[in-house]
């Protein structure tokens, strides 16, 4: 972060230019800000809709975990073609 300048080297026209610099800067960070703000609510909205969908139980809950720690570990049984 840059330090704040010495106000009182800086004349008015400087003083002006400095907040308007600074004000633009605020409301570009106020635009990024909503527009993060935004691409969060789209987040959470396509979170509770597959939450409902599955009743709140993640799809995970249906994983036989030690089946496919078995499997990735090369010991158990390739399921039957047919």
């Known amino acids: 972060?840059?330090?704040?300048?010495?106000?009182?080297?800086?004349?008015?026209?400087?003083?002006?230019?400095?907040?308007?610099?600074?004000?633009?800067?605020?409301h570009e960070v106020s635009y990024r800000r909503r527009i993060l703000h935004g691409k969060i609510d789209l987040l959470r909205a396509e979170l509770q809709a597959r939450l409902r969908e599955t009743g709140g139980k993640s799809v995970l809950e249906q994983v036989d975990v030690d089946r496919l720690a078995a499997i990735l570990a090369g010991k158990a049984v390739p399921p039957a073609e047919g």
């Not at 008015?12 to 605020?26: F, G, N, V």
């Open 1 to 26: 972060m840059e330090a704040f300048p010495d106000l009182a080297s800086l004349s008015d026209d400087d003083l002006k230019r400095l907040i308007d610099d600074l004000t633009q800067e605020e």
